[in-house]
Structure formats: C-alpha cells, structure tokens
Nanobody, 127 residues
Framework: QVQLVESGGGSVQAGGSLRLSCAAS????????MGWFRQAPGKEREGVAA?????????NYADSVKGRFTISIDSAKKTLTLQMNSLKPEDTAMYYC???????????????????WGQGTQVTVSS
C-alpha cells in the first residue's frame, strides 16, 4: 500500500514560516491527486491545498491560506511539500498529507477522493 511519511511540523512565532514535507513510497505519477488537510482542536477537518500530479502540477487552495501557502512536488516526484509563510495563530492545527490513486475531482475540499493519509504533524503558531 502507499505510505505517506510527514515531517517538518513544529512551533513558530506569528509571522514565521514552516515547510512541511510528505515522503511517498510511490512515485507521484501513480497518485494523480495529492493534498494537505488540517484539523484544529474542537474543529472539523478542513482542506488546505491540492495538486494535480498529472496535469502540469496545477494547484488550488482554501481561501484562508491563499497567498501564504504553496503546495508543490519535488523534482524526484516522491515528496509533497507545503511551504507556509506569514503564519497566524489560527493556522495552529494537526496537518495531514493525503493521496488519491484515482482520477477525479482534485480539489482541496474534496476529502472523499483521497485513499491514503499520513500520520499527521503538529503545527503550533504563537502570538
């Protein structure tokens, strides 16, 4: 089965940056859609960003992170990255990477598409 291993979480001050990584056991060409989700204490899981791995790397983002976060795939096509800049306290959450093995509606909010999930990495932003 596809395995996703996340890293890069931590604690930062508001306005700081973090880069989350998700190493995949399979080449991203076998997973046409990958994405990032997050869940804060007492809140439902929400989509953050998604990327088409077979469509020239087109991306889409939640309005709450647009302009601050960037989703990408490395040149070796085995690592998914989320670059997070200008972090705010409301970004505090457990962040999860996910991958889909089917062609489908690759949108940040469509969690039902995704078949595999990482273990999660904690991001804490203090003011």
């Amino acid at each position: 089965q596809v395995q996703l291993v996340e890293s890069g979480g931590g604690s930062v001050q508001a306005g700081g940056s973090l880069r989350l990584s998700c190493a995949a056991s399979e080449y991203t060409t076998t997973m046409p859609c990958m994405g990032w989700f997050r869940q804060a204490p007492g809140k439902e899981r929400e989509g953050v960003a998604a990327i088409y791995t077979r469509r020239a790397g087109s991306t889409n983002y939640a309005d709450s992170v647009k302009g601050r976060f960037t989703i990408s795939i490395d040149s070796a096509k085995k690592t998914l990255t989320l670059q997070m800049n200008s972090l705010k306290p409301e970004d505090t959450a457990m962040y999860y990477c996910a991958a889909a093995i089917r062609d489908g509606y690759c949108v940040y909010s469509y969690s039902a598409l995704f078949n595999y999930w990482g273990q999660g990495t904690q991001v804490t932003v203090s003011s």
